[in-house]
């Protein structure tokens, strides 16, 4: 797995710590529970999206792009970080957010990610729910064109093959940090939802020959529709990479924790942020790590993993999104 061949601007404060959660493993009993905190990779508040963005932005600069226009739901990490990254690297940026929530809140329509894209002043326009946002970043994008500019369009969630190579990339540290502290990973658990995470981590797992077995909890979609996602994802990336084929029994989702929809809070994601801040001092975010920990949290209480696994949870940011969700947070808090 030779990244080096493909244009990279190194971004994230990498690598990132693998921790064991001590405490939350005994809470719950069963297996060893680690953590690996991609939610610090360094930008604007970290998250996983710096880690695409690294191969993203890299290919954007080396096409000579003046203007980066992406898109995302209103409190999208996603949009955040690219702003972000865009700010840092000298480049306009702008950003379509889907009202993907039906929501009059002022925490989530106006604080969070959006405070920090508001303070970035990057170009915002919004669209209803529903809208095919693929085709509303083309439509900016082939605007800006005319204009002039050289637009460079990233896909929501940066999930593409080039992006995905981003988490190729955290597959190849994580087993490097696991072999140099001779830990043996039996299994990693993180949420997913534009499916880049899960492909680019498959596709490096399967080209390192790893053997350590990867479970999506999904946060929006059904499993059928997630994993096909993932597969057909990882597959193009694995193709990118020139690496091996992936099996389609490599790539696995539970879409058991979504509750009534995206970025619609559950109880067990109140829960889990909660314990991991009571019992770490880490936070999880209200739309992804919430969940996807909600969902680990419960297959450890169902006994689904055996007591002497190693689990690493990758914690993919998105706590700035925690202050759209100030009123559930602070009832369920109370
Ligand atoms: C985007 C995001 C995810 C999901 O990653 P995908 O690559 O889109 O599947 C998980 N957690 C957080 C905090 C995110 O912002």
């Known amino acids: 797995m030779h990244l080096a061949r493909f244009p990279r601007i190194k971004l ?35 998250g996983n999206k710096v880690r695409k963005l690294e191969f993203l932005m890299g290919e954007a600069m080396a096409k000579g792009a003046t203007h980066i226009v992406t898109q995302g739901a209103v409190q ?22 889907e009202h993907r929530i039906q929501t009059n809140d002022a925490d989530y329509l106006q604080g969070g990610n959006v405070l920090f894209d508001h303070l970035m002043g990057i170009n915002i326009e919004y669209r209803p729910g529903g809208t095919d946002m693929q085709a509303a970043i083309d439509e900016v994008g082939a605007r800006l064109t005319e204009a002039g500019e050289t637009a460079y369009v990233i896909p929501g969630g940066g999930s593409n093959p080039v992006g995905a190579l981003g988490y190729a990339s955290v597959a190849l540290e994580l087993l490097n940090q696991a072999n140099e502290m001779h830990l043996k990973i039996d299994r ?5 939802g534009s ?7 498959v596709a490096g797992l399967v080209a390192l020959n790893a053997a350590i077995p990867v479970l999506g909890i999904g946060v929006r979609l059904p499993k059928d529709r997630q994993e096909a996602n993932v ?49 770490e001092g880490i936070f999880l975010d209200p739309v992804y790590s ?45």
Request: charged residues 15%.
């Open 188 to 192: 990693i658990v993180h949420a997913t």
């Open 76 to 97: 999208s990490n996603h949009v955040r970080q690219t702003a972000a990254v865009a700010a840092k690297l000298g480049l306009k940026c702008t950003a379509i957010l």
């Open 12 to 46: 994230c404060h990498a690598p990132t710590p693998l921790e064991k959660m001590g405490n939350l493993s005994k809470l719950l009993g069963g297996p060893t529970l680690w953590i690996k905190r991609d939610d610090c990779t360094g930008i604007a508040t970290g």
């Open 231 to 279: 597969f057909k994802l990882a597959e193009a990336t694995a193709k990118l990479m020139g690496g091996p084929a992936i099996p389609r029994d490599a790539v696995e989702a539970n879409c058991d924790y979504v509750g009534d929809g995206y970025g619609i809070p559950t109880p067990g994601m109140a829960e889990a942020v909660m314990l991991l801040a009571r019992n």
């Open 290 to 334: 919430g969940k996807g920990m909600a969902g680990l949290i419960d297959l450890v209480r169902k006994k689904t993993f055996a007591d002497s696994e190693n689990i690493v949870f990758l914690h993919t940011g998105g706590q700035v999104g925690l202050f759209g969700y100030a009123d559930y947070l602070n009832a369920a808090a109370a």
């Open 195 to 201: 499916a880049g995470t899960q492909a680019g981590l």
